[in-house]
């Protein structure tokens, strides 16, 4: 029997309505914010990533699904929704139409699947460009936390912290790399690595004995420069204004190299439910003039797995507003041109199609959550007039075969 691959998961029936039903919330929200969906390709030539995600980052060295095509192309299947977003616009010349993007998409990435981590995830996340204020960053991180909201997740803690521009960085990875230089030898083969390349990132491991050792790290809040305290504060009191809590986490860096100033993580359950920051070089950096941008990526099956964990929307399955049961080979055909009008009026139907006794189809109509329950004889069709069963309420009532219609939509 063949599996699905490892990492990888089946959504179906009342999970994938649970699914569907997030999407239809979380577009209803980016709406309100103004955001415009943007669905890219599945796989994106392979320099898109290399060149934003960083060479040396984890994602570039170790997770990427990447594959020669039959034309010789390297290809990669995406592992993020930002490059592929920017791309787009800046292919489109999206910045001054439409600055203001979501997307919902599946993801790749090899990892050591475990629970909440997958080899194909989906991310759901927003990108505003060409507004470099704080007021952007505080609008983007509201957004996330209007999701949260709305989806109902408590307990997801917001940490923020700024990671300086261009101008500051670099003071702050030399202090660093001072710290560091005595306790390299005790740190993991990968933060050896990056202390060279990317010191910034050292901070970003997940290892418990390096985490114990950068616990006594320099700030890199102590390295701002002026203009980047300055967003940093401001962000903070918005924050505060919009009744928002937040904590300052210094050890914050996210994992990607285009971050530049805010950085801000959800975290539920020990791990990030959504990370998100602002990237003012990347699209310059991807070829297309300078425009600065700040974003976030939710993990979809992480928000899942927290309403689930919460028990939000238990009772997600779609509802059959009527199943009509019958008896003998005509009911079966009235029955069936009946559920086809009450289709085309808007009504979720389902009629018997097999030869069964009635109770075993009342117990097919309770599997489908009808509503009510009708069951169609000769004698139905010979008098017109159907008996129509509440199926919770057990209360029955006589009505004309031609005023289903009207019955339910009175009911
Ligand atoms: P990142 O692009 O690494 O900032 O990830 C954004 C969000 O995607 C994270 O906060 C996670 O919730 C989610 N995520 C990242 N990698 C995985 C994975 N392998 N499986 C499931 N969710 C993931």
Known sequence: MIQAPRGTKDIFTSEAYLWAHIENILRDIFYRFNFSEIRTPMFENTELFTRSVGEDSDIAQKEMYTFMDKGGRSLTLKPEGTAPTVRCAIQNNLFESSPKLFYI????????????????????????????????????????????????????ALK???????????????????FIADNLKNLCGDCQNRFELNPLRILDCKNDSCKKILNNAPSVLNSLCDECKLHFEILKNLLTDLNIFYEVDDKIVRGLDYYTRTVFEFIYDNSAICGGGRYDNLVSELGAKKIPAVGFGFGMERMINAIKAQNLFDNCQVKLDLFIGNI??????????IANTLRCAGFNIEYNNLNRSVKSQIKTACKFNAKFFTIIGDDEIKNGSVKIKNLLTKSETQIDINSINKFLEEN
């Open 328 to 337: 003998g080979e005509n009911a079966v055909k009235k029955s069936f041109l």
């Open 105 to 156: 998409t599946p993801a790749f990435r090899y990892e050591r699947p475990q629970s909440g981590r997958y080899r194909e995830f989906h991310q759901c996340g927003a990108e505003s460009f060409a507004d470099s204020t704080p007021t952007c960053d505080a609008e983007i991180i509201s957004l996330a936390s209007q999701i949260l909201n709305a989806l109902g997740i408590k307990g997801a």
């Open 160 to 178: 923020i912290n700024s990671i300086g521009c261009e101008n500051c960085r670099p003071k702050y990875n030399l202090t660093l790399k001072n």
